[in-house]
């Protein structure tokens, strides 16, 4: 069974880009609004749920709450295009997600929740072994960072599709 997202949010616009930037780090992803987030959960199971707090009959905060009053084990993210601190907010809540959100932003905040992270392995006819050391896209140095690195930490480009397609 692959990773699974639940994105809660009023805004169709929001959600989908949402979607795609997860779906492009390994997410099956589903989108509800605040009536369906509930009866979502229990029937795709994500492994976490984005909550919008701003949504047109509820707050994702109190939506969160109620989450975890069914489902305790819910991953559950809060997001929001205003300044929201962690602290805040209630303890339910796992983590907060700021909007707009790059894809190095967005798999930060999944593994500061616990996520794991997907191991890509760049496998051909044989292993071959890359050493990346400048993102192609915006020309950042990667020296300080893994071996492994998919995603360049800098501006949230996909390198590992560059360096493939280029060699």
């Known amino acids: 069974m692959g990773k699974r997202a639940l994105l809660v949010n009023d805004s169709r616009f929001e959600s989908l880009i949402l979607k795609d930037m997860l779906n492009q780090i390994g997410y099956d992803v589903e989108i509800a609004d605040e009536f369906d987030a509930i009866y979502e959960i229990e029937q795709f199971e994500p492994n976490i749920v984005i909550v919008n707090y701003i949504m047109q009959k509820t707050r994702g905060d109190k939506l969160i709450k109620n989450i975890k009053s069914s489902i305790p084990t819910t991953k559950c993210l809060l997001s929001s295009s205003n300044s929201i601190k962690k602290e805040n907010i209630d303890e339910d809540i ?3 997600l700021h909007t707009p ?3 190095f932003t967005l798999k930060d905040s999944l593994k500061r929740i616990g996520e794991k992270e997907d191991v890509i392995q760049f496998i051909g006819k044989e292993k071959k072994e890359i050493n990346i050391n400048f993102c192609p896209y915006c020309a ?8 492994g690195i998919v995603f360049c930490p800098y501006c949230g480009e996909i390198i590992k599709d560059k360096v493939l397609n280029s060699k």
Not at 140 to 145: E, I, R, V, W
């Open 94 to 96: 796992d983590g907060v």
């Open 101 to 103: 959100v790059s894809l």
């Open 140 to 147: 950042s140095s990667l020296d300080d960072f893994n071996e």
